[in-house]
């Protein structure tokens, strides 16, 4: 057998292959000794070990299967899979709203490389209502391909070319737009767009998916879906997540960009509004709000595009026992805005103190953030955060510790002079700093109690 037809797989799982004459998108049964498996051989990523042979089985699913427990194996069929979202063209119907969808990358449109074992960027309009033939009914897609990367490397760059690819169809008379986005730093892009992008007549939805369009669990359909019916018709015009609300089908939520966080790694409704409710829940046929206050919809093209953003901003996320040399090495590397991420309401250790008065003297702009994600900074409580902002260090509020890097970022974008430096940071912009958080903002189920082992039971996860 040549050896093109055993794509990826090198040494012992080549070996196995080849002693089984069994090819690469051949549909095998594998005895092994934890039981029998059947499905099609896939191709191996490059970089991974040679002792295992992925198979896809009937459910959809990947897995892999350790060459040392195999038995024996049989080829039954043969056919080279075609991964390749089938592509059509994309219908315009009258009198439904016009939405652009930005891509950048991520999941929410993506296909698995099986080089490499992971999912890549894939993204067209054809692709997209080949996968969600339902968009069409919800509104008339135009797409744009701004970037082609996932979450972990979008930064600056790709937030500025965003606000002014807002603004420029803002002005062009769009009825709402989407942003395909992976999931990992997607908390941050939307913090950046609500400081970049101020007073949309327009709702500006991100939006991407746990799960790649390749597996049977996917949330990518439906919430483009969700994302593309509140884009078109929601009268909510701020930047705004779109994501699963239970880890069920039954409805999405979404959340202002400003006050939500991604809370787990891998469940479809990891994103939480934090210290807040989130502004509407969404399906299929409507939208429900559920927070009181927003900025509506308008008629207008009037919006102000503010796309300014330092790199010399960072976090310290404080650990007992923290040395004055991490932070005089943050402030020996040019940087001039410090995020302080404390434990409670917002205390380190006296040991930092000489640290931050050296950067105070040097003019580092420094505020704190707390590591209890829920809750306010209370530096007046203890004699420790008296002397912290008798140092310089200024705290904000309920403010997230990400949205407070970026807003920091955003701001030095603009200037360097302290009092207005202090005056944009606490002056809210969109509900990144809150009066008060309302009771229900804060819920942590505890699992195993029995209360909640109750509620579980009656409703749903």
Known sequence: MSEDIFQGYKGSALETLKKFNTRVWGQAEIETTRGRFAGTVLPRSENDDDLHIVLKIATGYNIGIDIRTVKAMKETGYKKANYKIPEKEFPKTEG??????FGTGGTIASRLDYRTGAVIPAFSPGELYGAVPELADICNLETEKLFAVFSENMGPKQYIALAKA???EIEMGIDGIVIGHGTDTLHHTGAALTFMCQN??????????????DRPSSDAALNLMHAMRTAGTSDIAEVMVCMFGPTSDEYGLLHKGTRVRKMHSSYRSTFRTIGDTPLAMVNRKKITPIHKTYNKRRNDKNVKILPYFSDEVTMFYYYPGMKPDTLDALVNAGYRGIIFVGTGLGHVNKELYPAIERAHAKGVHMFMTLQTIWGY???????????????????TGNMLPEVAWVKLSWVLGQTNDPAEVKRMMLTPVNDEITLREPYNGYLVYQGGVPEVEEFIRKVHK
């Open 96 to 101: 439904l709203p016009k939405v652009k969808l």
């Open 200 to 213: 949309l007549p327009v709702p500006v939805v991100l939006v991407g998916s746990q799960r790649s369009s």
């Open 377 to 395: 900074v209370h530096m007046f409580v203890y004699d420790t955060g008296r002397d912290m902002m008798a140092k310089g260090i200024i705290p």
């Open 166 to 168: 807002i603004g420029k």
